[in-house]
């Protein structure tokens, strides 16, 4: 991939994230040599070729979430546990992107190009880049702190559609000690209205919208299924429905999982699902187009590089980056 390529922003106003990455880029750089570690096994038409190779760009990362395109082709991801968002750059070489993110999960851009992150260190959701104007969305529901917010997307409009997965409870450990609200989907409003969509789903993890944003997924980290809402055009959602059954769901030492993380979706608007059993892809209505399966489990993935034409996928502290048939859905930087 070239160094030069660039992700045309989808309103000028994303041009100034240009201006504010400038100043990052000259960091110092943690060299990686991105190598073939894998090959998919099978093709799944029109998305990857039989045989492409799944490229290693580094392991050892400290929690690996949130990956987004940024408008100069490189991709962004953050390292959770280590506090940090980190790099790759269109070469595979890494640097950090920015330090202190209060435990940064899922990203997006809102129409001013600013960094909007789901944070699980002080729980909220708000601005973290460009620094010195980070700012606070939510951060509780009804009085109760969010217990883990997940993942997000960023609808045209400004709104945001968040995941809040609750507290990891260990079997055998107590509860935690302060009451916190319960797992759910929220949507903040254009205008800064904090409004709770679902509260019925177990562990509600990746989040994303069609490409029309005429649907919103829900991964259900518990579930044996990828949920799905009609949006309404003030952002509020219909009933939830089954919307594709995943292979990945299994019976593990604590019940029942598929392990479904974050969502992707391409430009023909198929979804893409990091589960136990590698990426799993689906068409528009639901069908099981096929998988691809990972040397470590996937957490979260986004399309970026040139076009969008390269799927990367992070999890269990290591990236990978595979060249795809399709481009990523262009009007989102994910």
């Known amino acids: ?21 400038a100043g990052l880029l000259g960091g110092s750089l943690a060299m990686s040599s991105v190598h073939a570690q894998e090959a998919v096994a099978q093709a799944i038409p029109g998305v990857v070729a039989a045989g492409a190779r799944i490229e290693l760009i580094k392991e050892g990362f400290t929690g690996t979430e949130g990956p ?12 959770t546990q280590a506090n940090r968002i980190t ?21 997006g851009f809102n129409g001013k190009g600013e960094l909007i992150s789901v944070q699980v260190a002080n729980t909220r959701v708000g601005v973290v880049y460009p620094q010195g104007h980070e700012k606070i969305l939510a951060d509780n529901f009804e009085g109760l702190p969010f217990g883990r917010p997940n993942d997000l997307v960023v609808d045209k409009r400004g709104g945001i559609y968040f995941t809040d997965s609750g507290v990891n409870v260990v079997p055998g450990q107590p509860a935690p000690a302060k009451a916190v609200a319960k797992p759910a989907v929220y949507y903040i409003t254009p205008g800064g209205v904090l409004k709770r969509l679902a509260h019925d789903i177990e562990r509600p993890n990746g989040i994303q919208l069609s490409p029309d944003e005429k649907v919103l997924y829900v991964a259900n980290t518990l579930g044996e299924h990828v949920l799905a809402y009609d949006v309404a055009a003030d952002g509020s959602i219909g009933a939830r429905r089954n919307f594709a059954q995943l292979a990945g769901w299994s019976k593990t030492e604590n019940g029942y999982s598929s392990g479904a993380d974050g969502l992707a979706v391409d430009e023909k608007g198929r979804l893409y699902v990091a589960s136990n059993i590698g990426i799993e892809v689906f068409s528009p209505s639901g ?19 040139t076009g969008k034409r ?25």
């Open 287 to 305: 069908e099981a187009l096929g998988s691809i399966a990972l040397p470590k489990k996937p957490q979260n993935l986004a399309f970026a590089g």
């Open 1 to 21: 991939m070239s160094n030069n390529a660039s992700i045309k922003p989808t309103r000028p106003a994303r041009s100034s994230v240009l201006l504010c990455l």
């Open 87 to 107: 790099r790759i750059a269109p070469d595979g070489t890494t640097s950090s992107f920015l330090e202190n993110s209060n435990g940064s999960n899922g990203l």
């Open 68 to 79: 987004l395109a940024l408008p100069d082709g490189s991709l962004a991801f953050t390292e």
């Open 310 to 334: 390269a799927l990367y996928v992070v999890g269990r502290g290591a990236a990978y980056r595979i060249a795809t048939q399709t481009a990523g859905y262009a009007g989102r930087a994910k």
